[in-house]
C-alpha cells in the first residue's frame, strides 16, 4: 500500500509540476459553464428591416410605423427597389425587407386584394422563419384592429395557456451545463489519461515500474487516481457554480447524480486506458482523444437534438458514453425524476465500463508478453 | 585575438532568477586542442557550453568563439561550430542518410559535395548497409557515433560536444574516442564534458567545475602534480568533496 | 533561404511518415462533410407531440389533425388523461402536450372564445421555443379558418406573402457546411503546429537546428508551409465533397474561398505555433490549444448566431477569427457576396493573420 501511496503521489507531482496545464484544467470548465449562458442565445432581436413603399399613403405610413416602435424591429431605410434591397443583403445590412404593392390603402379598403410582400435573409433558417412570424404578427394585428374600428365582428378565439416545464425562460445554458461536464470529463480521463501513459511509455520509465514487484494493474491504476481527483474537482466546481451562479436547477437527488457522474468518470478513465493501450505515441494519442471528442460533441445531444437526426445516427449515437451521461444528467439536475428513470442510462454506462476494462486488459497483456 | 586561440570566455555568467548557473568563468582553448570540460552533475558544464554554441544569452561577461563574440553575433559562431548534445537529438523518423543531407543543406553545402560525403562517411563508419535504415532501429552506441560524425560533417572549426559517450559500453567508448582523435587530427578543436575520469586522461587539457566557478584548469599531468593524486579521479574528488550543489 | 528546401524535405517526410496523420487528413474532412451536417442541424421537424382531447367534438378533432398534418409535428400518442401524457414527456418520448379542454366546441360556438394548453418540455429551450410558436401558429390558423368557414368574419384584406432569399428551403447544410469547413481547419492545422515545436522541444532535435546557423524566417516558414499545403488540400476536398455528396455549391466565386482560407490557414497556424513556442510539452500545448478552440467555436456564430449574444459577447467576438472566416465563407457560399462586400470580413482577418505570423517569428527563441 506505501508503494501505492508513492506512486499516486509520483503522479501527482507531474501534475503540479505543469501549473499552467493544470490552471487551465481548473478555469477551463467554469468559462466553459458560465460563456455558453451568455453566446448561445437564440434569441430574435434587433430585426433590422428595410422598408419598400410603393404607395406611400395612409395605410402603409401606419403598417411601417408600427414596425419602427416595435422592440423587435429597427427600421433602416427606405428604399425605392428590390435591386436596392438585395444589395442591403449581401452587405448583411439588412434582415428583413417589406414590400408594399402599389394602392394599398385603396385596394385595401376596396377591392380586399392589397399586396404586402416580406422578403428575409434565408440564411440561417430558424431566425430567418421567426423574422417572418414576428413581422407577420404586427401586420395581423393591425388588419385585425382596423376591422375592429370598422365595427366588423372578431373571429373565433382559442386562447393559450402555455406551460413550459423545467426550463421556463428557455436558458440555453439549463440544457447545456449536463454536456460542457461530459466533455471536460472525457478530455481529462481520455486525453490526459492516454497521453500520459503513452509518454511514460516512449520515455522508457514506463519499464522500471512494471519491474517493480507491485502488480502491474495496481501501476495503472494508480496512474488514473489523479485524473479521477481531478475530474471531480472539476465537476464539483462546476456544481458549484452551476447552481448557485447560473442558477442551473438541481431538481433530483444530488447524491444520485454524484453517483452516475462516477460511473461516466470512469468509464471515461477506462477508454482512456484502452487508447493508451493501443498507441504508440503521444501525438497519436492527442489526435484519436481528438477525433473522440468530435463525435461526442455532435452525437452526444450535447448540442444537437439527436431525435431530429437522421436514423443512422441515432443508431450511432448509443454508443457514445457520454449520450448516456447527458440524458440522465438532464433527467436528474433538470427534471428531477426517480432513480427509477434513469436506470437504463445507469446499466448502460456500467456496460460500456466493463467492455472498455475488458478490452484495455487484454491489450495491456498482449503488448506485455 | 591571438591566432591559436579559438575560444576565449571572459567573466562568463548565467544567472536563472537568484541562481547562478555558472559564475564569473574565464578560459581559453587553442586550436586543435581537445580540452576536457569536467564538473560534476549541476556544476554548470552544460549551461556554460550552451553559452558558447550561442543556445543561451549570458547574463553577464561575454565570450569570442571562432571570431564571434555569442553575446550578439551568435548566429555568427553557428556557423563555425559543430553541437552534440546530452541527449540524442538527431531525427529519429529519417534515416541516416536523410539526417545528414538535412544539416548538410542546412549549412549550406552543395548537394553533390553532400552525397560524396555521405558515401565517404559511411565508409569510414563501417555503416553502409545502414544507409536508408531509420535512425530510431539503430542501436545505441551508433546513433552517438553517427551524432558525432554528423555534428562535424561541415567541417567546423570547433565542436562541442556534451556528455557524449553517456550510457554506452567500454568497447563503443574506446572507438568514439578514435573519432575524436581524427577530428582533432583534422585540425578541429573538441570542447567535451565527460563524467567518466579516464576520458578526461585522454584529453590535452582540463578544467573542473564546482558550483558554477572553474576551479582548476591544467593539463592532467600537471593536474595530478597539483593536487597530489594517483589519477584524474583522485583530483576530480578532492575539488569535488565540498561541491555544495549536485545531485 | 537555401536551407528551407532542405527542411521542408525534412517536414513533409516526417508528416507523411506518421501512419495516423494522413488518414486524418482524409477521415475528418470526409466526416465533416458527409456526416456531420445531418447531425448537426437545428431544423425543427418532427416534434412528439401528445393530446389529450377531453372535448372528442369535431373542432377538436380537427385541431388534432391538423396539427398531426403539419411537418413540424408527429403525433405520437393520444392520452386519455393529462398525467398519463406528463409521464409520456418524463420518459422522454414526448416533448410537446397539447390538451384541449372538456368543453372546446361548445365555448368556440357559444363564446365565440375556448381554452387550449400547450405544455413544452423546455429543458432544451431553443427546440422548446421553436416548437412552442409553431404549435401557437397552427392553433391560431386554425381558429381564423372555423372563423371564415362558419361565416363570422370576411378573409383578411391584405394576404402576406413571404419569401426566403439566399437558402429558399430553408435547409441548414448549406449554413451548416461552410462553417464545418472553417472548423475542420482548426483541428487539423490549428491543433498540429501547436504541437509541432514542442514536440521538437520534447524530444531534443530542435537543439540540433538552433546550433546551426539556420534562418528564423526559414525554420518558421519550413512549419507553415507544409500545413499551408495540407489545409488547402483540405478545402478542395471539402468544396468538392460539399457539392458531390450534399449538393451544395457555392454561390460565389470559388478563387474567394481559397483567398480567404489562405488567410485563415495562416493565421490559425501561427497561433498554433505561437503556443507551441511558449509550451514546455506537447500536452500542455495541446491543453491550451483546446481551450482556444473551444472558445473560438462557441463565439464563432457556429452553433448560435452572433446577433442574438448580448453587445459586450458581439465585441469579444471580434477577437475571433473564426469569426471573419466562418462569416465570409457563409456568404460566399449562400449569397454569392462580391469580394467588396466582403472586405469587411477580409481585412480584419488579414491584419488577424499578418500579426500571428509575426508574433509566430518572435517568439521562436533560438537564443533564450
Known sequence: MKQLRSFI?????????????????????????????????????????????????????????????????????????????????????????VIFGPDFADRLLHTHDAEIQIIADGSEPNQATVRVTYAQQVIAQFQKELQQQAGLPAGMNIRIANRMLYNPQQRSEVNFVPGIIAMIILLICCMMTSVAIVRERETG???????????????????????????????AAILCISVFLMDIPMEGNLILYLAVSFIYILTALMLGLLISTVIKTQMTAMLISLLLIIPTIYLSGMVFDIASMPLPAQIVSNIVPAKWFILASRKIMIEGVEASYVMKELMILVAELIVFLLLAWKFFKTRLE | MDNHVVIKAEGLTKKFGDFTATDHISFEVHRGEIFGFLGANGAGKTTAMRMLCGLSRPSEGNAIVAGFDVKDHYEDVKRHIGYMSQKFSLYDDLTVEENLKLFGGIYGMPRKKVAEMITALLKDLGFESERKTMVRSLPLGWKQKLAFSLSIFHEPQIVFLDEPTGGVDPVTRRQFWELI??????????????????????????????DGKIRALDTPDNLKKQF???????????????????? | MKALKYLLVKEYKQMFRNIVLPIVFIILP????????????????HLNIAVVDQDHSDLSRRLVQKVSASPYFNLYASCPTYGV?????????????????????????????????????????????????????????????????????????????????????????????????????????????????????????????????????????????????????????????????????????????????????????????????????MRQAAVVMFFFIVIFILTSGLISPISAMPEWAKKVTLLNPLRYIITAMREIYL???????????????????????????????KNG
Open chain 3, 335 to 365: 449569397k454569392g457576396s462580391s469580394f467588396h462586400d466582403l472586405l469587411s470580413q477580409f481585412i480584419p482577418l488579414t491584419i488577424y493573420g499578418i500579426v500571428m505570423g509575426l508574433w509566430a517569428l518572435k517568439s521562436y527563441q
Open chain 1, 205 to 235: 520509465t514506463m519499464e522500471i515500474l512494471l519491474a517493480s514487484p507491485l502488480p502491474t494493474i495496481v501501476i495503472v491504476l494508480a496512474k488514473l487516481v489523479p485524473y479521477l481527483v481531478i475530474s471531480l474537482l472539476d465537476l
Open chain 2, 181 to 210: 582523435y581524427k577530428a582533432a587530427d583534422r585540425g578541429i578543436t573538441v570542447f567535451v564534458t565527460t563524467h567518466y575520469m579516464d576520458e578526461a586522461e585522454y584529453c590535452d587539457r582540463v578544467s573542473i567545475m564546482v
Open chain 1, 9 to 97: 503521489k509520483k503522479e501527482f507531482i507531474h501534475i503540479l509540476r505543469d501549473p499552467r496545464s493544470l490552471l487551465i484544467l481548473l478555469v477551463m470548465p467554469l468559462l466553459l459553464v458560465i460563456l455558453p449562458g451568455y453566446v448561445i442565445k437564440n434569441d430574435v432581436k434587433d430585426i433590422r428591416v428595410a422598408v419598400i413603399d410603393r404607395s406611400r399613403d395612409e395605410m402603409t405610413s401606419q403598417i411601417i410605423d408600427r414596425l419602427a416602435s416595435n422592440s423587435y424591429f429597427h427600421l433602416t431605410d427606405n428604399l425605392d427597389n428590390e435591386e436596392e434591397a438585395l444589395n442591403k443583403f449581401k452587405n448583411n445590412e439588412i434582415d428583413l425587407a
Open chain 3, 30 to 45: 470526409l466526416a465533416m462533410m458527409n456526416v456531420v451536417p445531418k447531425v448537426a442541424t437545428q431544423e425543427v421537424t
Open chain 2, 228 to 247: 597530489g593524486g594517483e589519477s584524474m579521479y583522485d583530483v576530480f574528488y578532492a575539488l569535488a568533496r565540498g561541491a555544495k550543489r549536485g545531485d
Open chain 3, 85 to 281: 401524457a406528463l409521464e409520456q414527456l418524463e420518459k422522454g418520448n414526448v416533448d410537446f402536450i397539447l390538451t384541449i379542454e372538456n368543453d372546446f366546441e361548445k365555448n368556440l360556438y357559444r363564446t365565440h372564445g375556448a381554452e387550449v394548453m400547450t405544455s413544452v418540455n423546455a429543458v432544451n429551450g431553443m427546440k422548446g421555443g421553436v416548437g412552442n410558436g409553431y404549435l401557437t401558429q397552427i392553433i391560431q390558423q386554425y381558429a381564423r379558418e372555423i372563423s371564415v368557414d362558419e361565416g363570422i368574419i370576411a378573409a383578411p384584406a391584405a394576404e402576406v406573402k413571404s419569401r426566403f432569399l439566399f437558402n429558399p428551403e430553408l435547409a441548414y447544410k448549406p449554413y451548416m457546411i461552410p462553417a464545418l469547413m472553417a472548423m475542420t481547419l482548426i483541428l487539423l492545422v490549428g491543433f498540429l503546429p501547436a504541437l509541432n515545436i514542442v514536440g521538437e522541444k520534447e524530444r531534443g532535435t530542435i537543439e540540433q537546428i538552433n546550433v546551426t546557423p539556420v534562418g528564423r524566417v526559414e525554420f518558421i516558414l519550413s512549419k507553415m508551409i507544409p500545413y499551408w499545403s495540407v489545409g488547402l488540400f483540405i478545402v478542395a476536398f471539402s468544396i468538392f465533397l460539399a457539392w458531390r455528396v450534399q449538393g451544395v455549391i457555392p454561390a460565389g466565386h470559388v478563387w474567394e474561398i481559397f483567398l480567404f482560407n489562405i488567410v485563415y490557414i495562416l493565421t490559425i497556424s501561427s497561433f498554433g505555433l505561437v503556443i507551441s513556442n511558449y509550451s514546455d510539452n
